[in-house]
């Protein structure tokens, strides 16, 4: 059973930082690309940012230069380096990964942007 836990969400005010992680379990032979997604109350789910398994990466326009994605692959995870927060950043955010040509995703963590 494989599984992906996200971990690092909660309250920040406008302009600071938090690291998201993302750590993949179980019988995993090769992962793909990784992502963050996210979705705000009443909107859809969104791509954050992408990570392919060679390292190249991709960034929604509304995070560029502010977001950066990461992985360590001996640790089967994924990072989110989130800088310069914004209350429009507010959202669950959701951990994706190809496993083993599978999609998964995890539940999720909250993160809010709020003074």
């Known amino acids: 059973q494989v599984q992906l836990v996200e971990s690092g969400g909660g309250l920040v005010q406008p302009g600071g930082s938090l690291r998201l992680s993302c750590a993949a379990s179980?019988?995993?032979?090769?992962?793909?690309?990784m992502g963050w997604y996210r979705q705000a109350p009443g909107k859809e789910r969104e791509l954050v940012a992408h990570?392919?398994?060679?390292?190249?990466?991709n960034y929604a326009d509304s995070v560029k230069g502010r977001f950066t994605i990461s992985r360590d692959n001996a640790k089967n995870t994924v990072y989110l380096q989130m800088n310069s927060l914004k209350p429009e950043d507010t959202a669950v955010y959701y951990c994706?990964?190809?496993?083993?040509?599978?999609?998964?995703w995890g539940k999720g963590t909250l993160v809010t942007v709020s003074s």
């Open positions: 994706n990964a190809q496993i083993n040509f599978i999609d998964y």
């Open positions: 179980g019988s995993i032979f090769r992962i793909n690309d």
């Open positions: 990570i392919s398994s060679g390292g190249r990466t």
